[in-house]
């Protein structure tokens, strides 16, 4: 079993002063904002699915960042190129005024990563543009399908509309935030962003009769992870792309979460063999070693909605974080996580569910490939997670009453054995 400790090469302990694990907490309380509630650990060291602690005990990271650790912790493939840009003097940030090769080399690579999108613009390839964290691609989608109904369906601007989703997560700033369905995510943080209908996930009547003349896009994941690991009911994405053809819509896919392997297919649009217009991706797209988002659409429409000022961002795309999704990318290809995740998803999914068969805690047990949740009876899913932490895993509640299982993609046979005897243990 890979459960075994290995230092990494480079000790921190060179770079930073060593600090107990009561002093860090200390320091998060006093210099820190409180936004996350967390587990009472201090990480240490995270290699592959393993995160260690202080004390040398180990958990298997069940969580892996919600899909940002996809490849392992620090896989070594991912580590050994961001060492050598960084070390051969390639890696720091470049004004964007200037070309640099490793930000041609990642764009080409990306854009071929997906099938052709927005295929009803023609077979023009797909253009990336890059971002930071996830949130920003998510705006940039925004954008996009705004300037699309202003500029070819003659809506007047600043009346632009796009479809969402109840219980979506996009991210937290602002615009975002203000088509939450959770109060918390947006209350008292006015004023918000107009120009979002919420209809329920799964349900294309809905849909239906939220279009209107203003309307220019639907924004959605494909499967939700933050709002209670939801399915969809099948035929929904392929509703959707109906809906978007008839009435000139820009179909958006957010799977920053679901994609890259996630659910057992490269893109879980693929579950139902459908293709976006725009596709926004994030977290795993570097290894989980910097922040690298990218939106990506048909080339015309990128053509179309950017061009020079209308869009840019100092770090998006800069040299390390296109050397670690160049190598992200080809990892998942070389290692195919993707076959792993449906091959592992699958096995662990069906032991799940002969636990949950004889649990009187499981309400439901759902998900595609290494994305699986369990729903817990009452809706304390973060009981439970306390329960699997004190027996060394790690997980954490989606929306309340589930508990979410995104393990990193290569997982081992054993390492699921590891966490499915102590699923039993606070399951029966
Ligand atoms: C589906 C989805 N979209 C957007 C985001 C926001 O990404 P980030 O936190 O990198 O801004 C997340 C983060 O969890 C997500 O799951």
């Known amino acids: ?85 960084l070390m051969g003097n390639c890696g720091s940030v470049i004004s964007n005024v200037v070309y640099t090769d490793v930000l041609g080399l990642f764009l080409e690579k ?6 052709q999108l927005g295929p009803r613009f023609g077979e023009n390839g797909n253009k990336v543009l890059p971002k930071n964290g996830g949130v920003e691609s998510v705006e940039t989608a925004i954008k996009m399908a705004r300037y699309y109904g202003w500029k070819k369906k003659g809506i007047e601007d600043g009346k632009q509309e796009i479809i969402v989703f109840n219980n979506n997560f996009h991210g937290r700033m602002i615009t975002v935030v203000s088509f939450s369905s959770t109060p918390k995510y947006r209350s008292g ?29 639907i924004l959605v994941e494909p499967m939700q992870g933050e709002g209670g690991m939801n399915i969809p009911p099948e035929g929904f994405l392929r509703g959707l792309r109906q809906i978007a053809d008839d009435n000139d819509l820009l179909l958006l896919f957010d799977e920053i979460q679901v994609g890259l392997g996630r659910t057992g297919r490269r893109f879980c649009f693929e579950h139902e063999n459908v293709r976006p217009d725009g596709l926004i991706l994030g977290k795993a797209l570097s290894g989980g070693l910097v922040p690298l988002s990218v939106f990506m659409t048909n080339a015309r429409l990128m053509d179309l909605a950017f061009n020079v000022g209308s869009d840019g961002s100092t770090f998006g795309g800069y040299p390390l974080a296109c050397v670690a999704g160049i190598a992200a990318l080809t990892v998942i290809e070389e290692e195919g996580l993707v076959e792993r995740s449906a091959r592992q998803g699958a096995k662990l999914k069906a032991a799940i569910e002969e636990i949950a068969r004889k649990s009187p805690h499981v309400k439901q047990v759902r998900g595609k490939g290494l994305f699986i949740g369990i729903e817990i009876n009452g809706g304390r899913a973060m009981d439970f ?21 995104s393990p990193p993609l290569t997982i081992s046979d054993e390492e699921i054995d590891y966490l499915l005897e102590r699923l039993e243990r606070v399951l029966l």
């Open 1 to 85: 079993m890979s459960n075994v400790s290995t230092r990494p090469p480079v000790d921190a302990a060179n770079c930073l002063p060593h600090v107990s694990d009561s002093a860090v907490i200390e320091m998060e309380e006093r210099f820190g904002a409180h936004h996350y509630e967390r587990l009472p650990v201090v990480v240490r060291e995270a290699r592959g699915a393993w995160i260690t602690d202080a004390a040398g005990k180990r958990y298997l990271d069940c969580l892996a960042a919600y899909s940002a650790a996809n490849t392992g912790h620090h896989h070594p493939k991912i580590v050994n190129a961001l060492v050598q840009s």
């Open 110 to 115: 990306t854009a071929n990563f997906a099938p």
């Open 189 to 217: 943080f006015g004023p918000l962003t107009p120009g979002f209908v919420s209809v329920d996930f799964g349900d294309l009547e809905q849909v239906k009769k939220a279009v209107n003349a203003n309307t220019c896009g």
């Open 385 to 405: 997670c306390r329960r699997l932490l004190e027996l060394g895993v790690i997980v954490n509640d989606s929306h309340g009453h589930t508990i979410r299982i």
